[in-house]
C-alpha cells in the first residue's frame, strides 16, 4: 500500500511569488491535514480537509489556502511569499480524522524563499 | 489554549540502556496521543497510539498514558543508536480531529 506523497521536495522561490504544493494520501483515506515545521516553531497546523470541505483551520494568514479534490488528493497555496514562509511543509492523512484515527504524514516539501 | 509540553533535551543515554521521553497536556480533555519519531531532515514517523490509561507495548517500545496526571510517556527498552532522532508527542483532545504536537524531545543514544 502506497503512502503518503508529496510533491515536490524541494522549492526554491523568491519573495512575492505564489507556490502550489501537492499532496496524494493513502488510498482510502479521506482526511488530509497540512502543518508547517520550523525549527523555532515546531509543528503548525494549517488546515484539514475532508471529503473536499475545509474541516479545521489554524491560526495563518489568508495567504495560505488549501483545497481537497474528489479523490482526496489535496493541494495547498501560499501566494506572496515572504521569507519566513521557508519551512518543511508536511501533510498527514487518515481514514476519518477523527480523534483517535491515526495520521500519516508525506515526505514534506521543503520550501526555501530567498 | 491546549498545550502538550515535552523537555527538548537532548536526552543522552548509552546503547542497551531504557531511554524515558516524556510529555504533559494541558487539555484534561484530551482522550488520544500519538507519538512519532522524527529523523534529522525527515518527516514524522507513526510510532505509538495510545488510547486508555494504562500501558501499550510494541516491540521495544512501551506507551503509557495517565490521564488523572495529564502525563503520558513512552520508553525505549535496549536502546541503540538507530533511535537517535527527536519524538513528538501529540494529544488530541475530545471532539476534535486535530492534534497538538509537542515540539518534541531531541533522543542520542550514544555506543
Known amino acids: 500500500k502506497a503512502g503518503v506523497t508529496q510533491t515536490p521536495r524541494y522549492l526554491i522561490k523568491t519573495r512575492g511569488q505564489q507556490v502550489t504544493l501537492s499532496c496524494s494520501p493513502i488510498?482510502?483515506?479521506?482526511?488530509v491535514s497540512w502543518y508547517q515545521q520550523t525549527p523555532g516553531q515546531g509543528l503548525q497546523f494549517l488546515f484539514e480537509?475532508?471529503?473536499?470541505?475545509?474541516?479545521n483551520k489554524g491560526n495563518f494568514p489568508g495567504r495560505f489556502s488549501g483545497r481537497q479534490f474528489s479523490n482526496s488528493r489535496s493541494e495547498m497555496n501560499v501566494s506572496t511569499l515572504e521569507l519566513g514562509d521557508s519551512a518543511l511543509y508536511l501533510c498527514?492523512?487518515?481514514?476519518?480524522?477523527?480523534?483517535?484515527?491515526?495520521?500519516?504524514f508525506g515526505q514534506g516539501t521543503r520550501l526555501t524563499v530567498v | 489554549q491546549k498545550e502538550v509540553e515535552q523537555n527538548s533535551g537532548p536526552l543522552s543515554v548509552p546503547e542497551g540502556a531504557i531511554a524515558s521521553l516524556n510529555c504533559t497536556y494541558s487539555?484534561?480533555?484530551?482522550?488520544?496521543f500519538f507519538w512519532y519519531r522524527q529523523y534529522s531532515g525527515k518527516s514524522p514517523e507513526l510510532i505509538m497510539s495510545?488510547?486508555?490509561?494504562g500501558d501499550k507495548e510494541d516491540g521495544r517500545f512501551t506507551a503509557q498514558l495517565n490521564k488523572a496526571s495529564q502525563y503520558v510517556s513512552l520508553l525505549i527498552r535496549d536502546s541503540q543508536p538507530s533511535d537517535s532522532a527527536t519524538y513528538l508527542c501529540?494529544?488530541?483532545?475530545?471532539?476534535?480531529?486535530?492534534?497538538?504536537f509537542g515540539r518534541g524531545t531531541s533522543l542520542i543514544v550514544h555506543p
Open positions: 501529540a494529544g488530541v483532545s475530545g471532539g476534535s480531529y486535530i492534534p497538538t
Open positions: 487539555d484534561r480533555g484530551s482522550q488520544s
Open positions: 480537509y475532508f471529503s473536499e470541505t475545509q474541516r
Open positions: 498527514a492523512s487518515s481514514s476519518t480524522g477523527t480523534g483517535n484515527t491515526e495520521a500519516f
Open positions: 488510498s482510502g483515506h479521506r482526511s
Open positions: 495510545i488510547y486508555s490509561n
